[in-house]
């Protein structure tokens, strides 16, 4: 997990720097600071599992193995790209992996991803389904639907809700009648009520594996609510001005990475092979971004193909 933590980091740093040549297109939501929960979900989950992120998808994609050459140059909008540079930032997909998509449309994908989890109960598989959200989709209405249906069909679904404090630019606590947006409502829907340290990849690590075996085993759906914070502003555009300096300060302390690196030392891993996976990723990352700055830009004839499941454009007709 310490590697996947400097990947998803690596990954996320790199996707800012080519943004600010304008090489990256259209936007982007990073999810620096808050890489522990794509990590400890990861290492849960089977190659065969369903993964459903919101627009902050980058970490959730890599974690389940998507290629970060494919990645990167989707977000350069290259023919590479993992969806042939049509997708970009915010619909980063592959079904290979069982990454089945990051949703711009907020909470949507809760209820996609309650399709998969009944479409494993009607083939009779133990396949589960995760749907990653952040703190701003517990008060749409589909949050709720999705929490509903999941309970009453007993669906093998994870929902784990991100909360870095604000939802978008709006401190979350401001706008919701309830302490803690997703726990605090797991009641109302028939389940317990489980807060988790999101900047602790062995806690999340440790819930995502009890929550995947309930949903395996027949347990029907788990709610969790992993508190964590983005250490930058909401997308690119963002400078994140409006939060308090000494609250962006405090939250740097806790950042997943040093924290982790020092608890794998005071177990007695060696530095000289921290390093070494540090300077692998490094390495990586450098050959993915040369791998996207090597693809060339879309076919114009390409544009409306692989829009529908037939991959034809015949709807134009």
């Given amino acids: 997990m310490y590697r996947t933590l400097h990947e998803l980091r690596g990954f996320g740093k790199r996707a800012h720097d080519l943004f600010l040549q304008n090489l990256v297109k259209g936007t982007t939501h990073l999810s620096l600071g808050q890489e522990a929960v794509a990590t400890g979900f990861g290492a849960a989950l089977q190659p065969d599992d369903y993964t459903f992120a919101s627009y902050r998808g980058h970490a959730h994609s890599l974690a389940r193995g998507m290629d970060p050459g494919a990645a990167m140059a989707e977000l350069l909008g290259r023919e590479n790209g993992i969806l042939g540079g049509k997708?970009?930032?915010?619909?980063?997909?592959?079904a290979s992996k069982g990454m089945m998509g990051s949703y711009a449309?907020?909470?949507?994908?809760?209820c996609t991803a309650n399709g998969a989890a009944w479409s494993a109960l009607m083939r009779g598989t133990d396949q589960v389904a995760v749907a990653f959200f952040g703190d701003g989709t517990t008060n749409i209405g589909a949050f709720h639907e999705a929490?509903?249906?999941?309970?009453?069909?007993?669906?093998?679904?994870?929902?784990?809700?991100?909360?870095n404090l604000y939802m978008e630019y709006t401190p979350i606590d401001v706008v919701t009648a309830v302490e803690h947006p997703a726990a605090g409502r797991a009641a109302a829907y028939g389940l317990e009520e489980i807060m988790i340290d999101g900047n602790d990849p062995d806690a999340v690590h440790l819930a995502a594996r009890d929550a995947v075996e309930r949903a395996r085993s027949g347990g029907g759906p788990s709610l969790i609510e992993a508190i964590t914070y983005r250490s930058g502003g909401h997308s690119r555009a963002d400078p994140g001005k409006y939060r308090p300096p000494e609250e962006v300060g405090a939250w740097a302390e806790r950042d997943p990475i040093p924290l982790y690196h020092a608890r794998l030392l005071s177990l007695g891993v060696e530095e000289e092979r921290l390093e070494s996976i540090q300077e692998e990723v490094a390495q990586a990352i450098d050959v993915a971004t040369e791998f996207a700055k090597a693809g060339a830009e879309p076919d114009e004839g390409s544009l409306l193909t692989e829009v529908y499941a037939d991959g034809g454009s015949r709807w134009r007709n």
Avoid: Q, R
Wanted: hydrophobic letters at 50%; proline letters at 3%.
């Fill in 87 to 94: 997708g970009g930032s915010m619909h980063l997909t592959d």
């Fill in 105 to 110: 449309i907020i909470g949507a994908h809760l």
């Fill in 147 to 163: 929490l509903n249906m999941a309970k009453v069909w007993s669906l093998p679904t994870v929902f784990v809700c991100e909360n």
